[in-house]
């Protein structure tokens, strides 16, 4: 079974980048889809994107990140990444990263994903 544990959050100011890491110890990565989720204080969790275990690796966002953030995935370095760009006070959350055993299968937001990292605080802010 995967373990997982984000790193890579921090603070930056409206418009800066950050980078995401997700690093899964266990085996057979690659069978696994991996989604980006955060919780920003007194809200319920959101999903910010995923990306399918099929080769091709199409991946979904949500309508709030589009065009700002991309998930890829390493497979050799059992690493799934969130490159998060242009940042918003709105993006302040904590992040998670999730993951299900899915073999050669599409990613979608709304999957009931069963495995989950500790998270890792994104703070936005000038």
């Known amino acids: 079974q995967l373990q997982l544990v984000e790193s890579g959050g921090g603070l930056v100011q409206p418009g800066g980048s950050l980078r995401l890491s997700c690093q899964a110890s266990?085996?057979?990565?690659?069978?696994?889809?991996i989604g980006w989720f955060r919780q920003a204080p007194g809200q319920g969790r959101e999903g910010v994107s995923c990306?399918?275990?099929?080769?091709?690796?199409?991946?979904d966002y949500a309508d709030s990140v589009k065009g700002r953030f991309t998930i890829s995935r390493d497979n050799a370095k059992n690493t799934a990444y969130l490159q998060m760009s242009n940042l918003k006070p709105d993006d302040t959350a904590v992040y998670y990263c999730?993951?299900?055993?899915?073999?050669?299968?599409?990613?979608?937001?709304?999957?009931?994903?069963?495995?989950w990292g500790q998270g890792t605080q994104v703070t936005v802010s000038s």
């Open positions: 990306i399918s275990s099929k080769r091709d690796y199409t991946m």
């Open positions: 266990g085996v057979a990565f690659a069978d696994y889809l």
């Open positions: 999730a993951a299900i055993w899915r073999p050669f299968y599409g990613c979608s937001l709304q999957t009931q994903y069963n495995l």
